[in-house]
């Protein structure tokens, strides 16, 4: 089955290999995401010169390129005595030398690519791609099957067109020794396209192809010598999924375009080595989950950091198989121990990295962030002699930090706001001065602490480690933030997650890029005049059985999701996640500018809660005003309490019952 041996590429490059062909190495090409921004930017596809020296081909033509090519050295390079040293020596010369621009002559240069057919997939909803894969492509086969369902999907559309026109993209390194990468990111070649008869699901895709006219490349002054030349070596037989039809052909086209895009994005994203040596009772469900797990990615439901860390080690495990498959060709006999060893280590580092995909693909891991539970420190409790000491967080601590201070007050100066975490104890206090901070041990409060800040909020400012998971986290019994701005950057959690226990918001500003505040099952939170806004999901997320008290807050601006999942457009400033029911009790709040609701509230499907929901709507439907009684009675079977809060300008609307 599809796998394997893939070309290094460039990062906006996904490496695609045909189908039916483990172990074989494949090429890039670009994405059908990239492919549509090319089409987007210009009706043809930009051309320019580049600096690249030309992969020496053989017969007349790589004779001819290597003469032109040396005619470009300096004097005293090409000269030589043309015996083996002197050939060694210009050889060596010749390694050395800087990249030249590919030579031009007399011939004229490549016009540009036309454009390709743009992909319908893009625009898909994450239930149309599920039913494209799972019923109409796959149609509920086993994972050794998987192949040959693909290969019957692809002939069957193989067969409205044998001939046709498309762009042919490739991997630089099959043209060129020198080059660089971000300048020619692939080669791109009009090509006309013929189909060959049905292969079977062992074999590759291949097609004949030959270079079109009028000769077009995205690479002005690539000689097409050369272009003949690489065809010639490969007998004018490229892989299919190389191979991108242009627009300006019939509807069949299209639908091939189509097909080439399902079949590449399967290979690319849902299909893993694994699948066919694992028993699977359900493999399309499999196929569904890897599929949303690909829409929350793109639609920024998994935050962008932690989604590029799984990118990064979907890729790595392929370029692990890569090094392992290539290490063990390259063993013409009985191994010797040094390399049987070496080949048992890429063999278990490839294990590992395969075993962190999988719990990628576990939604039940992905419930909340892949990382949980967060905290795994104990709880330091009170010091032995039963003192509280107050930390001073500042460069230099001055008389004027503590003349507010009773003179029994046991002071310790910190320059460090995680050396003076570290050094908490329940009940201590620590006190930080205007600066900006990190702290990695926000994110493991365990101990009965207040953290305040001294002067405008603004001007304390902590941010969070882009490298670390979450930011502030506690499981302490009542822990207490006060006058601070919590600025969010990279993490991939909540900005603030309650595990258990209490937390206290007060006057504090909490500036999101990931998920906001999530109050975790059994979890309590107050909130008060804090200022939260930038969440990528809702502002404030309360979990089955959280408390949560929102007092004179502003709530605005959250749920960033690009999203065809409606469960998660309709998040705003305050989602309930019911059974059991959250406890929110919210006074004087300003909710505005969200997304999606100001409050929703996520139910499971229940005749209850549907009547509720039309009652609402019936109410809402001459205007904003709603059933003030229907509201009510919802409201408190949900233990929802709302008093004098205004929320106003949310794009979905101001309430809503949310059925999942």
């Given at each position: 089955?599809?796998?394997?041996?893939?070309?290094?590429?460039?990062?906006?490059?996904?490496?695609?290999?045909?189908?039916?062909?483990?172990?074989?190495?494949?090429?890039?090409?670009?994405?059908?995401?990239?492919?549509?921004?090319?089409?987007?930017?210009?009706?043809?596809?930009?051309?320019?010169?580049?600096?690249?020296?030309?992969?020496?081909?053989?017969?007349?033509?790589?004779?001819?390129?290597?003469?032109?090519?040396?005619?470009?050295?300096?004097?005293?390079?090409?000269?030589?005595?043309?015996?083996?040293?002197?050939?060694?020596?210009?050889?060596?010369?010749?390694?050395?030398?800087?990249?030249?621009?590919?030579?031009?002559?007399?011939?004229?240069?490549?016009?540009?690519?036309?454009?390709?057919?743009?992909?319908?997939?893009?625009?898909?909803?994450?239930?149309?791609?599920?039913?494209?894969?799972?019923?109409?492509?796959?149609?509920?086969?086993?994972?050794?099957?998987?192949?040959?369902?693909?290969?019957?999907?692809?002939?069957?559309?193989?067969?409205?067109?044998?001939?046709?026109?498309?762009?042919?993209?490739?991997?630089?390194?099959?043209?060129?020794?020198?080059?660089?990468?971000?300048?020619?990111?692939?080669?791109?070649?009009?090509?006309?396209?013929?189909?060959?008869?049905?292969?079977?699901?062992?074999?590759?895709?291949?097609?004949?192809?030959?270079?079109?006219?009028?000769?077009?490349?995205n690479i002005a002054n690539i000689p097409r010598d050369l272009v003949n030349e690489i065809l010639e070596e490969l007998e004018h037989s490229v892989p299919l999924l190389e191979v991108y039809p242009v627009e300006g052909q019939?509807?069949?086209?299209?639908?091939?375009?189509?097909?080439?895009?399902?079949?590449?994005?399967?290979?690319?994203?849902?299909?893993?080595?694994?699948?066919?040596?694992?028993?699977?009772?359900?493999?399309?469900?499999?196929?569904?989950?890897?599929?949303?797990?690909?829409?929350?990615?793109?639609?920024?439901?998994?935050?962008?950091?932690?989604?590029?860390?799984?990118?990064?080690?979907?890729?790595?495990?392929?370029?692990?198989?890569?090094?392992?498959?290539?290490?063990?060709?390259?063993?013409?006999?009985?191994?010797?121990?040094?390399?049987?060893?070496?080949?048992?280590?890429?063999?278990?580092?490839?294990?590992?990295?395969?075993?962190?995909?999988?719990?990628?693909e576990d939604l039940r891991l992905r419930v909340h962030g892949p990382f949980f539970p967060r905290i795994l420190r104990r709880r330091k409790g009170k010091r032995d002699f039963g003192k509280t000491i107050t930390h001073i967080v500042a460069k230099v601590m001055t008389t004027d930090m503590v003349k507010d201070l009773s003179s029994d007050t046991l002071l310790q100066q910190h320059?460090?706001?995680?050396?003076?975490?570290?050094?908490?104890?329940?009940?201590?206090?620590?006190?930080?001065?205007?600066?900006?901070?990190?702290?990695?041990?926000?994110?493991?409060?365990?101990?009965?602490?207040?953290?305040?800040?001294?002067?405008?909020?603004?001007?304390?400012?902590?941010?969070?480690?882009?490298?670390?998971?979450?930011?502030?986290?506690?499981?302490?019994?009542?822990?207490?933030?006060?006058?601070?701005?919590?600025?969010?950057?990279?993490?991939?959690?909540?900005?603030?997650?309650?595990?258990?226990?209490?937390?206290?918001?007060?006057?504090?500003?909490?500036?999101?890029?990931?998920?906001?505040?999530?109050?975790?099952?059994?979890?309590?939170?107050?909130?008060?005049?804090?200022?939260?806004?930038?969440?990528?999901?809702?502002?404030?997320?309360?979990?089955?059985?959280?408390?949560?008290?929102?007092?004179?807050?502003?709530?605005?601006?959250?749920?960033?999701?690009?999203?065809?999942?409606?469960?998660?457009?309709?998040?705003?400033?305050?989602?309930?996640?019911?059974?059991?029911?959250?406890?929110?009790?919210?006074?004087?709040?300003?909710?505005?500018?969200?997304?999606?609701?100001?409050?929703?509230?996520?139910?499971?499907?229940?005749?209850?809660?549907?009547?509720?929901?039309?009652?609402?709507?019936?109410?809402?439907?001459?205007?904003?005003?709603?059933?003030?009684?229907?509201?009510?009675?919802?409201?408190?079977?949900?233990?929802?309490?709302?008093?004098?809060?205004?929320?106003?300008?949310?794009?979905?609307?101001?309430?809503?019952?949310?059925?999942?």
């Amino acid at each position: 089955m599809a796998s394997g041996a893939r070309a290094s590429a460039p990062e906006d490059s996904v490496r695609t290999v045909s189908p039916g062909r483990r172990g074989e190495k494949g090429v890039s090409a670009p994405t059908g995401d990239s492919v549509l921004v090319g089409t987007l930017k210009s009706a043809a596809s930009p051309v320019r010169s580049v600096a690249a020296s030309p992969r020496p081909v053989k017969g007349k033509a790589g004779r001819e390129a290597a003469r032109r090519r040396l005619q470009l050295l300096p004097a005293a390079q090409a000269e030589g005595d043309g015996d083996g040293e002197g050939a060694e020596e210009q050889a060596e010369e010749e390694q050395e030398e800087p990249l030249l621009s590919v030579p031009e002559e007399d011939e004229e240069e490549a016009q540009p690519l036309p454009p390709v057919c743009v992909s319908p997939m893009r625009g898909m909803w994450r239930d149309e791609k599920v039913a494209l894969y799972c019923d109409e492509v796959l149609q509920g086969c086993k994972a050794e099957d998987a192949d040959e369902a693909m290969s019957k999907y692809l002939s069957e559309k193989l067969k409205l067109k044998d001939k046709w026109f498309g762009v042919w993209k490739t991997n630089p390194e099959l043209f060129f020794v020198k080059y660089e990468e971000a300048s020619i990111p692939f080669v791109g070649i009009l090509v006309e396209v013929t189909c060959k008869p049905h292969q079977s699901s062992s074999s590759c895709f291949k097609v004949a192809v030959s270079v079109a006219e009028p000769f077009s490349s995205n690479i002005a002054n690539i000689p097409r010598d050369l272009v003949n030349e690489i065809l010639e070596e490969l007998e004018h037989s490229v892989p299919l999924l190389e191979v991108y039809p242009v627009e300006g052909q019939d509807s069949d086209i299209h639908d091939i375009a189509l097909a080439l895009e399902v079949v590449r994005f399967f290979y690319d994203f849902l299909w893993r080595d694994w699948d066919d040596e694992e028993s699977c009772e359900n493999y399309t469900a499999l196929i569904e989950e890897r599929i949303n797990l690909w829409c929350d990615i793109q639609d920024g439901t998994i935050p962008g950091p932690i989604a590029q860390r799984f990118k990064k080690t979907l890729e790595k495990y392929k370029n692990k198989r890569v090094e392992l498959i290539e290490y063990q060709s390259n063993i013409k006999e009985d191994p010797s121990a040094e390399e049987a060893v070496e080949c048992w280590k890429k063999y278990y580092e490839i294990v590992m990295l395969c075993g962190l995909l999988k719990m990628w693909e576990d939604l039940r891991l992905r419930v909340h962030g892949p990382f949980f539970p967060r905290i795994l420190r104990r709880r330091k409790g009170k010091r032995d002699f039963g003192k509280t000491i107050t930390h001073i967080v500042a460069k230099v601590m001055t008389t004027d930090m503590v003349k507010d201070l009773s003179s029994d007050t046991l002071l310790q100066q910190h320059d460090d706001l995680d050396l003076a975490l570290d050094s908490c104890y329940s009940g201590d206090t620590v006190v930080i001065f205007p600066g900006e901070y990190q702290a990695v041990n926000l994110a493991l409060l365990t101990d009965d602490i207040i953290i305040k800040g001294v002067g405008k909020r603004e001007e304390i400012m902590i941010t969070s480690e882009p490298s670390h998971d979450s930011f502030v986290v506690s499981k302490a019994d009542n822990v207490k933030l006060m006058h601070l701005s919590l600025i969010q950057q990279g993490t991939v959690d909540g900005i603030v997650v309650v595990e258990s226990g209490h937390m206290t918001l007060e006057n504090c500003i909490l500036k999101c890029e990931g998920t906001g505040v999530c109050v975790l099952t059994g979890a309590a939170l107050t909130i008060t005049d804090s200022e939260i806004t930038g969440a990528q999901g809702a502002g404030v997320e309360l979990y089955p059985g959280s408390t949560a008290v929102l007092e004179g807050n502003e709530i605005h601006h959250c749920n960033n999701l690009r999203t065809s999942d409606n469960s998660k457009s309709t998040l705003g400033g305050v989602n309930m996640k019911v059974l059991p029911a959250p406890k929110l009790k919210m006074t004087n709040n300003h909710i505005y500018n969200n997304n999606g609701y100001g409050v929703s509230i996520l139910q499971p499907t229940e005749q209850f809660f549907i009547v509720a929901e039309e009652a609402l709507n019936k109410g809402a439907a001459s205007g904003d005003k709603k059933d003030d009684s229907m509201l009510s009675r919802v409201m408190q079977n949900l233990n929802l309490e709302m008093n004098n809060n205004k929320i106003e300008a949310n794009l979905k609307g101001d309430i809503r019952i949310v059925t999942s």
